[in-house]
């Protein structure tokens, strides 16, 4: 194996966790910060995913399409914090479970009902498509370039406006106790609310410029949704510096288990069951991680100890 | 009698009355679905123990149901197929008798959730939810992966395992295994919750600093739960297999986890009944609304938001009043 | 005399698009066949096996279905095709081929009108050959299809193997396979990706600069994902049973009617769904469906107009058939498939030496 | 003359059992009030239907003028109640320093001066307020709730836990506020200290103010009928 | 040999730059009230968590009965005999108040993992657990959710449940906040005939109970001991007066 297919995939793994961490932006905040079980997380990233392909097939921009992504789930998540959530904050965790389980079929079924049950087309724009060469004579996507830059930007600004604002600091409080943060004169709910559409927003965005790469289709939320807890865990709940860390680390470990891994195995027995051994092991290898981080750092990687 | 023990008293007999009714009427598959729902419910009681009362929200009880499911599938057909199970040290035959699936099922997940159990509760919280959908993760993936039993395509057993001086292939004797299996496993955990066990567990789950400082680890108490809660959800699986004459890893996946949580969720948690009236209206709203539209889940949906809005301490809840069991 | 069938598909979810497809073929072939005899009792499987298990049952308990029909998946079919056979009913395949039912365990009642899993593959691997490629890169997700597809191919290429990947069921970046890929000095890569996994697929392979020709069985580029995959798609070839351009009078019956009543082009597994009532139409003509061995008789025939020309079923009730080659083009704003050529004539799978029955 | 709080013959209930039975409670601008009462007699109950946290079910409220009757927690803070909550309750999870930003609106109190009234806290800036001792979160709840520069300053037994010394200061820093013009609701367990900054007292039993006047009407005779000393 | 049932020598601990126990050295006597007190942040709290083992020393040793205990996990030291108050009250919040202290009850009487009798059939526990909450005065309150009891009443059941336990030693942290001025006196009362059973660390900022109390005061500022005497050494040394108590109190 030549070292510049080791640096590509190298790259692969830290340009895969990147997108995981845009996926799992929204999560952070809405369960990593203000402790909300959203299983409807995925739905968010498909009406992202959809909004932009309607938008952009309708007008003919791309661009335009982000945009109404953005708006699209940011607008579904307030609805859903005020319609739904709000109602439910004073109640057990679980019953977040069993709402946000019913807003994933809603949404499902609803998108499917309004689009149909084909997927839709959504591309990459004419601007970004193509590759550049990197040093070392590595063509790389640039459109995938471009989306570490989104979630640099994306981890940047969650980071400056949860640990660095007073917004971040209230919704913190408000996790830790909702009733005495309302007493000391905030209005937490409205605070919610527009956490919450922020999040829906990051969902959406995430949908949006993912999805380009993707399938756009009914269901695409769901593999997103467990992928961005296990980053999320993994990194410690409420960290954003943990979230990127996770991410990335998730994300070399799923490329390069999926590359190395049979290989390794290739050396010990026959080529066939060195291939099946190695993907099975290799599509367990994030769950693993996760489980191993979690056993020995039971808190994840930067979770607040205690 | 309070107003909870009522309404608990009537879902049993709703649940026994209506595959008898659907025995008279010659309506196989009503029964086929009361079955169905006795072995869900048989898996939520055994989630109830570790995240009603024991406060573990384990998001991978699949991994029983799971292995419960596969003890069954395997056995059964390794003994259709007269290939002894293991051959080295010992040989072991497969079996179709459920006298003895049980006991295996109940084993392998029992050990099954010690280890898991053992490892996921140095974690706490939102990462016991997730450490423990890691590890149901894992068998998914090994499950689907791993020819010998089928991968992804999954094993059919074509018979139901067998039951001294029964026939349980006719539905209703097969109902009346799984009812009276529920009812079993119902009355344990009653006897289980109010006793010293199970005060000590619910004081693990809502202040285990308490526990330590009478002198009782609260780790002890956890593990012992979650052992008990997979075994129980264990044996729904083992009934599973037989139910569908086929076991798949779908068994496995968080989808089934989800489930079960749901069931127990909906039904209310840490409610005796709970996971009964979960699983009969999921499985009965699933049946009718099928009918309905295209977009039936989008209903669904819908009811479920209601439910859950309107419904505090879910259906019991909403039944009963009350807190549940303290 | 009156037949009940009884359809089990995905009507909800990510999957909804192939169960709809082959419902709206069948059903169509049904209205034009003009037979009012049979009626069809449709159920969604949610694409879970149990969920399907127990619509079987449902049908054949409650509904008193004679006849079943309508899943997608191999796994759901591996689920529920012995349970229906056992209890002595017919199981018409729409499409799902498993090598476990084409080989040791058919049954007389279970009927395939649509292909084995390595049939089209086979095809493939012989029509690579013969075009001289040299070294093939092959990938495929890690379960049960995925195998039997690959080995299909493996089956009848002569040329070098270079690389044979298997990925997560569902996985939906594929970076690091592509630059594999890249690396490999492959000359071609066989691919089978179905539904969203082939879309996120060859988006990304379209982007990453990475000129190798692409192919693969039909599903991979089926019209149900060509929309989705759009231009990224032309110029990709795929084997296939049948194509909307096959030019017969049933196919471009099929074509022209499906077109006006749902608004869309026809898939194969519209064409496959089309195919299977139109098979059950001409038992039914010929015998009745209580007397079971008339009826098996009267389906092995296979008397019926089918989209893709000549149909006949081999010794294990699966398809004898021709299979094409098609490449990925644009038809004014259509991205679609067109026939290039025939990959073998007459073509059955290699399992039905080992059923006995 | 209009008062800063009024409460007239104000009920409450938890569920089903009700806990107030009727509590009346007046402080005018400037004024120290003391709200004593045995353990469990409805004290903190009181404060919670003050602050909303416990809707009353009959009786008026009446705070700077306006009805609290509808109003949220966080509306009727803002008009200028500032909690200085039973059991400190500090946002774990969040530093000293974040626990009083979290609060802060403009005026007169910032961290700086909430330093200068504990300088603990400056010292103790960003470690996380569950890890402080018991003291300290007691600091930082008081520091806290003059973050929120309020009108009316409310303490539920917030000297509870503090060192002898560090109450006196607590207590100067009373008569400080005082001084300066701050209404003060006060309770708390040292019957010295109330009735020496005390305008008026309250006493409750079982739910109801059984006794209020000005403290020096706080004869022993009533101190050892209603609270046992 | 020493008569000490509780003997602590040379305990340290830090957290990060902060000595929050520097050389802590301090015995408890049978049938004493040893009073620890100190001003807030002094270490008083973790030195209770490092002898009920809930936090770890860093250097030191503890003996219990002449046995050195510091090896032993928490719940083998409770076990032993260690009974401890929390600061913050540290209960059950869902169960009644009786549950609370059965809980106790029952891990003393036995074992835990007895997974069918249910609990409140049990006459001798539920007699045993009455019993201890008559003590306090809470037995009017025992079916109440402990999460609806006040804030006074969950102290007074803090204090039930040590006392249920049947412990050789009582580790005190704060048992008078919270109480009213009434409920003060009362407790210091009853603390004061507890001493025959089993001897008190006392930690408390409430003087006018220490000093009615203690047969020993230890003076804890900084993490370390600064003065351990009788009352009045403590009352009148210069020292304590100016880190601890004022000069009112003096
Ligand atoms: N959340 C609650 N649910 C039900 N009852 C409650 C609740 N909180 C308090 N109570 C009850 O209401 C009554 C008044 O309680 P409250 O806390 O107001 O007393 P308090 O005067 O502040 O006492 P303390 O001095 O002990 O703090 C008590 O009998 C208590 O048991
Ligand atoms: N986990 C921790 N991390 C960092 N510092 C800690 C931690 N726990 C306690 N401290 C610090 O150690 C010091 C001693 O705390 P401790 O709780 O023992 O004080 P205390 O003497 O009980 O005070 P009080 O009388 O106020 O309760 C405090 O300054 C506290 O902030
Ligand atoms: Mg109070
Ligand atoms: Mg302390």
Redesign the interface.
Known sequence: MSTILLFEQILNGLQFGIMLFLMAAGLTLVFGVMGLINLAHGSLYMVGAFACAAVAAATGSFWLGVAASLAAAAAAGAVIEVAVIRRLYGRDHLDQVLATFALILVFSEGTRWIFGSFPLYLNVPASLSGAVILPGGVAYPTYRLAIIVVGIIVAAGLFALIGKTRIGVQIRAGEADREMIAALGIDIARLYTFVFALGAALAGLAGALVGTIQSVQVGMGEPVLILAFVVIVIGGIGSIKGALVGAILVGLTDTLGRFLLPSLFATMMSESDATSIGSALASMSIYILMALVLIFRPRGLFGATN | MTRETTVNIALAIALLAVPIGAQFAD????I??ST?VAIFAIAGVGLNIA?GYGGL?SFGHAAFFGLGGYAAGILASQALNYEPLVTWPFEIQGTTQMLIIWPVALCICGAAALVIGA??L???G??FI??T???A??IY??A????AY?????L?I?VRSKFPGLNTLD?ITFFAICFALLIAVLGFSV??T???????L??AR??P?????????PFQ?QL?AFVISGMITGLAGAL?AD????V?P??FS??TS?EI??FV??GG?GRLFGPLAGAALFILLEHLL?GIT?????L??????LI??FA?GGLIGLLAGG?GN? | EPVKVGMITTLSGGGAGLGIDVRDGFMLALKQSGNNDITVVIEDDQRKPDVAVQLADKMIQSDKVDVLTGIIWSNLAMAVVPAVTQQGKFYLSPNAGPSALAGKGCHPNYFNVSWQNDAMNEAAGKYVSEQGVGKVFLMAPNYPAGKDMMNGFKRFYKGEVVEEIYTKLGQTDYAAEIAQMRSSGADMIYYFLPGGMGISFMKQYAGSGVTVPVMGPSFSLSQDVLGAIGDAAIGAKNTSHWSKDIDNEANKKFVETFQAEYGRLPSIYASQGYDTALLLVSAAAKADVKDADAFRAALKEADFASTRGKFKFGPNNHPIQDVFVREVVKEGDVVTNKIIGVAATDHTDVYAAECKM | MSKLLTLENVTAFYGASQALFGVNLEIGKGEVVALMGRNGMGKTTTIRTICRMLPHSSGRIFFAGQNLEKMPSHKAARLGLGLVPEGRRCFSGLTVHENLLAASRDGYWTFQQVSELFPRLSERRDQFANTLSGGEQQMLSIGRALMTNPKLLILDEATEGLAPVVRQEIWSAMFKLKDEGLSILVIDKSLRELTAIADHCAILEKGATCWSGITADLVPDITDRYLGV | MSSAILEVEDLSKRFGALMASDHVTLDLRPGEIHALIGPNGAGKSTLIKQIVGELHHDAGTIRFNGRRIDDLDAEARAKMGLARTFQVSSLAPEISALHNVLLAVQAVEGSVFRFFKPVIRDKKLVAAAMDNLMRVGLQDRAMVRTADLSHGERRQLEMAIALALKPKVFLLDEPMAGMGPDGSQQLTKFLARLRDEAPILLVEHDMDAVFALADRISVLVYGQIIATGSVDEIRNSKKVRSAYLGEELA
Do not use: C
């Open positions: 309506h196989p598959f009503i086929t679905l169905k995240l929200i490892m996921s140095r974690t706490g939102v990462y997730m450490i959908l890691a590890f993760q894992m993936y090994f689907i992966s791993w020819p089928g991968g992804e395509d999954g059919s074509y539905p006897l289980l109010h006793s010293r066990f199970g005060l000590a619910s004081a809502q202040n600093q308490r526990l330590t400082s009478v002198g009782v680890r108490v012992t599973y139910l569908n004459r086929f798949s779908a068994m968080w989808h989800g949580m749901i969720i909906l948690v099928g295209e977009f039936w889940q989008f669904l949906g819908m009811l479920l938001l859950v809005l505090r807190r303290v």
